[in-house]
């Protein structure tokens, strides 16, 4: 079985509408991460959790909001979606700490959102 | 600010031949992590190598090494012996002391039969 996995992996939806994309890992770890990429910019950082009670937005935020339910699930939700945010949503996750554990992160499969 | 610049778009290699692929980043941390990422058509990312800025030793996975030149803040990957598989979009990334990562924008790389 997967250690992170992503739902749904696939969605096409239209413009205003209210997505979530959710995260569960299995891994133990407490560190989450939303990421999108996007052709030719790479992968940029949306949101990250640090422990259940811990948010943070990354370079990215405008638009998505989170919610960290408990130490294994993470959601990005677009509160009313717009075709730029036509993208490939990644979920992560890394260890706690310092050092070379805590900046390893772990990815799962992607979700492909198309906006309309 | 924190940078990762891949330089190049795409790369093409031989099958059974060398190729390498380049990094460069900026930072002010002296303590500091590199990764490689590979990301195949499945879209799933993968980690390649991963690399300790304190250590002098470059990091080697089976036909992957990578250069790591600290005084030039360059990371370089180099696959040997190209496979079929190695098809891909690979990411350097660098996690500068903060917990977070900072992502390269990808060099796409074609194996030739």
């Known amino acids: 079985d997967a250690d992170v996995t992503q739902t749904p992996r696939n969605r096409i939806t239209k413009t205003g509408k209210r997505i979530m994309l959710e995260c569960s890992q299995t891994?133990?770890?407490?560190?989450m991460y939303w990421y999108r990429q996007d052709p030719g910019l790479g992968l940029r950082l949306i949101y990250y959790?640090?422990?259940?009670?811990?948010?943070n937005k990354g370079e990215i935020s405008d638009g998505y909001s989170v919610s960290r339910q408990a130490q294994a699930k993470f959601s990005l939700s677009l509160e009313s979606a717009i075709p730029n945010q036509t993208a490939l949503y990644f979920c992560?996750?890394?260890?706690f700490g310092r050092g070379l554990r805590a900046n390893e992160q772990f990815f799962g499969p992607g979700t492909r959102l198309t906006v309309l | 600010a924190q940078t990762v610049t891949q330089s190049q778009p795409e790369m093409s290699v031989q099958e059974a031949e060398t190729v390498t692929l380049s990094c460069t980043y900026d930072?002010?941390?002296?303590?500091?992590?590199l990764f490689w990422y590979k990301q195949p058509p499945s879209r799933q990312m993968i980690l390649v190598i991963r690399?300790?800025?304190?250590?002098?030793q470059n990091a080697t996975e089976n036909r992957f090494s990578v250069n790591f030149q600290k005084a030039a803040k360059s990371f370089s990957l180099k696959i040997s012996d190209s496979q079929l598989g190695d098809a891909a979009m690979y990411f350097c990334?660098?996690?500068?002391?903060?917990?977070?990562?900072?992502f390269g924008t990808g060099t796409r790389l074609t194996i030739i039969p």
């Open positions: 992560a996750t890394s260890d």
């Open positions: 891994k133990g770890h407490d560190r």
């Open positions: 959790s640090f422990d259940v009670k811990d948010i």
């Open positions: 930072t002010s941390e002296s303590d500091y992590y």
């Open positions: 690399q300790e800025a304190y250590k002098q």
């Open positions: 990334a660098a996690g500068f002391g903060n917990e977070k990562l900072t």
